[in-house]
């Protein structure tokens, strides 16, 4: 069965750095629209960054601008979200997804048809 999974989640300090890794067994990620949301506690999931298929189209939400870079390695068959400048209000849980078929990016939660099982970044001094 096809999923995602997440890791590299962590407690940093404020202008501290993560990479966030997506793998995929049983997919070929190459092929995959991959979203970057997150969810902060008692607030809605939002998308933070897209990367579509073979790398054609990225974007970055305002939050992520300027300070996340999303990238893909086909030969480890995983995604990245490198997270710089980190600051207390990127605390969430970040999850991965995609949906199958879909070679477009997207943004809305509603979308994806696999997520992954999240990973917990907080960013606290």
């Known amino acids: 069965q096809a999923r995602l999974v997440e890791s590299g989640g962590d407690s940093v300090q404020p202008g501290g750095s993560l990479r966030l890794s997506c793998g995929a067994p049983?997919?070929?990620?190459?092929?995959?629209?991959i979203v970057w949301f997150r969810q902060a506690p008692g607030k809605e999931r939002e998308a933070v960054s897209c990367?579509?298929?073979?790398?054609?189209?990225?974007y970055y939400t305002e939050p992520a601008q300027g300070r996340f870079t999303i990238s893909r390695d086909k030969a480890k068959n995983t995604v990245y979200l490198q997270m710089n400048s980190l600051k207390p209000e990127d605390t969430a849980v970040y999850y991965c997804?995609?949906?199958?078929?879909?070679?477009?990016?997207?943004?809305?939660?509603?979308?994806?048809?696999?997520w992954g099982q999240g990973t917990q970044v907080t960013v606290s001094s």
């Open positions: 997804a995609t949906k199958r078929f879909a070679n477009v990016c997207f943004r809305s939660p509603n979308e994806p048809d696999i």
């Open positions: 049983g997919l070929i990620l190459d092929y995959y629209t």
């Open positions: 990367i579509s298929p073979s790398d054609a189209v990225t």
